[in-house]
């Protein structure tokens, strides 16, 4: 189907689209200026059959700034990071084909659409053209490994396949079923991210008749770690939600509720609680959500998880106080999100390259020695928690903050310790053959010494952090994490007096 054929097609559907507006339907907007050929035939028919996506993408700063326009704005408001545009590129606004049209022959999801190459999924390789200091942080971070973090590291995986699914009672025993793919990809994957394969090509029937299209396998999927058509990793759009890109989405804590909740990650959880997230909710809808640079205490009154974790910050009169950075792990020197104990942050995204001294794929030994070849040093620790006090003393005294970071410290300190003695426990269960330690998953015991670290301590430290009083005390906190040994150490004397 050539594009003469395509234009003509696309004009029949903006008639239809006038009878319609003459029957009562509200009028399209006109599209804006700057439109390559390519996008003006994409959002002539698009905006009829996915009005949804069309509608969206004119909100956006796509739809609106050519990336020459952006390369002419200083160097602390620009959005884009690559000085080297194609020159195809560099007077259109970026529409539909300008990101589906990128780089087809690396794409094994590209298809012939109506006279197009086009990619179904655009990957952060994509991105990479305007955006490539973004993209190149993102590659290196764990949210771009998450999915290979989850299938190379085989005690995850082992999780990963012990606790979705089905199982059946045989005897006095619970059998574990395999879960299907379907399962999992809305467990652990659906954050982690899947692989995205293409598995030749299926025929959709639509308004307009039957189309072919790249049959995807393990998609849709908005897993930050997902392995794209291309062989990139990762994506943007868990964070820039499609098709508007909004920085704005991005910034709030809404976004990053996807998938950092409780039990195990509640960072989101305890932001509510917080007096940050007081002042949030309270006076979100006064501040400035789309400035760049964004300037604190002019543009917000408090920080999010962006402030803090990723986004570029200065004051109202311009000085920089921390550089944005889409590594997300770059600023944190201590990971309270460890496999049974906090350590340093690991030097490497690919955390599963790491080896304790027991030659486990885990930061730390079972008795909290950290793997320390593979987590930043005492010297880079102190200037990435520096980093972050900067953020915290542009409205706090430099008493208030370094007396929190302080507490926060000795609470990591002491729920490792809680967190040794629930391990001492399941190591005394394994010893004396009351539980099998070949899947340290599986059995009421491991649940349990799993509860203590990966539920009860990280919530203590995450309201440490970030100022959650209840999920450090009875929401998930100490309450749990003491009432919690004394149910393993009950279980422990039961198992006994069976035997």
């Known amino acids: 189907m050539n594009r003469i054929f395509v234009y003509l097609f696309c004009l029949i559907s903006l008639l239809l689209c006038a009878v319609e507006t003459l029957a009562g339907e509200e009028r399209s907007e006109p599209l804006p200026d700057g439109l390559s050929e390519q996008t003006q035939l994409c959002v002539l028919c698009h905006r009829k059959y996915t ?3 069309v509608d969206d993408w004119l909100t956006s700063r796509h739809s609106k700034i050519t990336p020459e326009i952006a390369l002419s704005k200083p160097v602390l408001e620009r959005r884009i990071s690559s000085e080297v545009i194609p020159e195809s590129l560099r007077s259109v606004v970026v529409g539909c084909y300008e990101c589906h049209g990128q780089n087809p022959s690396a794409h094994k999801d590209n298809f012939d659409h109506f006279g197009f190459k086009i990619n179904v999924v655009v990957s952060p390789n994509d991105c990479k053209t305007c955006h490539p200091t973004e993209a190149d942080q993102y590659s290196v971070s764990k949210k771009a490994n998450a999915l290979d973090i989850l299938q190379k590291n085989p005690l995850y995986h082992t999780f990963v396949e012990t606790i979705p699914g089905l199982k059946e009672v045989k005897g006095d025993k619970i059998t574990l079923l395999k879960a299907s793919e379907y399962t999992k990809a809305e467990t ?25 299209v790249p049959a995807l396998t393990n ?45 195990d990650v509640p960072a989101f959880n305890v932001y509510q609680e917080s007096k940050h997230g007081n002042i949030f909710f309270s006076k979100q809808y006064e501040w400035n959500w789309n400035n760049v640079p964004w300037r604190i205490g002019k543009d917000f009154k408090a920080p ?20 944005r950075t889409h590594d997300f792990g770059s600023r944190l020197w201590v990971r309270i999100f460890g496999l049974i104990y906090s350590h340093p942050q690991p030097k490497d995204g ?39 006090k900067k953020i915290c003393q542009c409205c706090h005294n ?50 349990k010494w799993m509860k203590q670290w990966f539920f009860y301590a990280n919530s203590i430290r995450y309201a440490s952090a970030m100022g959650g009083s209840d999920y450090a005390s009875f929401k998930n906190g100490w309450w749990y994490l003491t009432t919690n040994l004394e149910e393993m150490l009950d279980l422990i004397q039961t198992q006994k007096e069976r035997k």
């Open 304 to 323: 999010t998880c962006a402030t803090c974790h990723n986004s570029l910050i200065t004051t109202s009169d311009g000085k920089v106080v921390v550089s």
């Open 350 to 388: 690919r955390t599963y390259l790491i080896k304790n001294k027991d030659g486990l794929p885990i930061p730390t030994a079972f008795t909290g020695e950290p793997a320390s070849e593979y987590l930043i040093d005492k010297n880079e620790q102190l200037l990435r928690q520096a980093e972050m």
């Open 51 to 53: 009005p949804g996506i």
């Open 188 to 212: 652990c994957y659906a954050c982690h991210g899947t692989l995205v394969t293409v598995n030749g090509m299926k025929k959709v029937s639509t308004e307009i008749g039957v189309i072919e």
């Open 398 to 447: 430099s008493d208030w903050v370094n007396l929190h970071f302080s507490k926060f410290d000795s609470t990591i300190a002491e729920t490792d310790k809680m967190s040794l003695v629930a391990t001492q426990l399941l190591l005394k269960a394994w010893n004396e053959g009351l539980a099998d330690p070949s899947n340290p998953f599986d059995e009421m015991i491991e649940h």
């Open 219 to 263: 998609w849709p999927n908005q897993g930050v770690g997902r392995i794209n058509p291309d062989g990139s990793r990762g994506a943007c759009t868990p964070c820039h939600a499609r098709h508007s890109f909004s920085i704005e989405i991005a910034r709030k804590p809404y976004t990053c509720s996807q998938c950092h909740l409780e039990p």
